[in-house]
């Protein structure tokens, strides 16, 4: 493709992708959205008149048949995700998928074929894995900085009980664990830089909706423990702790920073309760899936990887699997008997 910009077709006009990734796709130079497709043409008229992209489409078949399309974003229920990306890889065309891009590893294993049957890009949207705030993180918790990395904790909340909503609806793979917990799992393993070898969990159902409303996990790492707790029936709310043998590390927002204001680090000593030990990082006001984006349009020129290859995304799924499969028996269950 050269140096021309990669022209993308957006399936799909949820909120995600017309508030957040569509404008930060605007903002790259080297991205260009050039069709929406909806089940419903006039959701994808209006999407791509709010948001001035030249072609509306009222099929998804249709966006993956453009030959003007390189490559697709999937925003997506997550049920959608695998069949989705199969077909646009089987049309040619390069994929960014929305989080969690496969519910089992099986799944995520068709995704590897067709990947390297079709020679195309696949990768997860984790946007947290390239915003600089996160990047600077695991440098601080690798440096020695802190001391010994030995735990990761996290809290990731939000009150949502609509009936309908697709986060609460099973069969859409609703739930906490799906939805929000995929981040202490993902940002775990990249602080770590490792698997984990044991996971025990505890899940507590909607009775109406059958989802998992309350998760929390304690994962067991060579070098520590990443320990989290997930809702969507709770108040909303985002922290995330690095703890190491000489100091803390708090990620202030860890998840969705805006992309117009600034954010920090926040880095202790431990010196005392009260921060006096405390100093802080402050990155300039960025855009993560504008980052995120530009990351994956090098790798389609050829330079470095995808974002998040399929690979990680594999065994980010084991770690989810063993631990549904924990909570369900009561005992910790070894996610690498989910990766092989």
């Known amino acids: 493709m050269g140096d021309r910009k990669l022209r993308w077709a957006v399936l799909g006009t949820a909120r995600i992708a017309t508030r957040k990734v569509i404008p930060a796709l605007q903002k790259s130079g080297a991205s260009e959205v050039v069709a929406i497709a909806s ?24 966006a993956l048949a453009d030959r003007e399309v390189d490559a697709v974003y999937i925003p997506l229920p997550n049920h959608l995700h695998v069949p989705w990306s199969l077909r646009a890889a089987q049309a040619g065309k390069h994929v960014l998928c929305e989080k969690p891009i496969a519910m089992s590893t099986a799944e995520c294993r068709e995704l590897l074929a067709a990947r390297d049957r079709f020679q195309v890009k696949i990768s997860e949207a984790f946007m947290v894995r390239t915003h600089p705030q996160w990047v600077r993180a695991r440098e601080l918790a690798r440096s020695g900085e802190i001391g010994d990395l030995r735990a990761v904790m996290a809290v990731i909340s939000f009150h949502n009980s609509e009936p309908g909503n697709i986060r609460n609806v099973v069969e859409f793979g609703g739930g906490a664990m799906w939805d929000i917990g995929c981040y202490p799992v993902q940002i775990s393993r990249f602080l770590f830089g490792e698997e984990p070898v044991s996971a025990s969990a505890l899940t507590e159902r909607d009775p109406e909706f059958g989802t998992d409303r309350l998760s929390s996990a304690v994962l067991g790492f060579r070098a520590g423990h990443c320990i989290f707790t997930v809702s969507t029936q709770l108040v909303y709310h985002q922290r995330i702790q690095i703890l190491g043998t000489k100091g803390r590390i708090e990620v202030e927002v860890p998840l969705n920073p805006p992309p117009d204001r600034a954010c920090r680090l926040i880095i202790d000593n431990g010196s005392d309760l009260w921060g006096g030990g405390i100093h802080t990082e402050e990155f300039a006001p960025c855009d993560q899936f504008t980052i995120q984006a530009d990351q994956f349009v090098k790798a389609v020129r050829g330079s470095g990887e995808v974002p998040t290859p399929l690979e990680d995304s594999l065994a980010n799924t084991a770690v989810i699997e063993a631990i549904f499969e924990s909570a369900r028996r009561g005992v910790s269950v070894n996610p690498a008997v989910f990766r092989e």
Do not use: V
């Open 39 to 62: 089940r419903d043409l006039t959701k994808a008229q209006e999407a791509a008149r709010a948001l001035q992209i030249a072609k509306a489409f009222g099929s998804y078949e249709e």
